[in-house]
């Protein structure tokens, strides 16, 4: 699956250099294009959604989605499955995501 044509994520803001910092980072999905028609405005999503979506620029599958979650986050596979699971699908009835 990949994300359609006409998404782009932008951070807004700074992450931490060190964890212990505070946030000011914001993350946001922009559409164009026919997808604008839906989205007329840029959507604040979370940090894991921003990630998924980078991840969604190329061909991928949900197992390589999982291991790139159990890779950079602190999650077990299980729960990373079920989360990547419920995203998929709330993209895929978004329409913005193809199979």
Known sequence: MKLIDGITTEIVGEEPLIPSQPSTAEYYAIFSGELL???PERMQISEV???IFDQLKEEKSEDELVKAMTENY???EDIAREDVKA???QLKSAGIISD
């Open 87 to 89: 995203l998929i699908g």
């Open 37 to 39: 028609k839906r989205f």
């Open 74 to 76: 602190t999650v077990e």
């Open 49 to 51: 959604t921003h990630f």
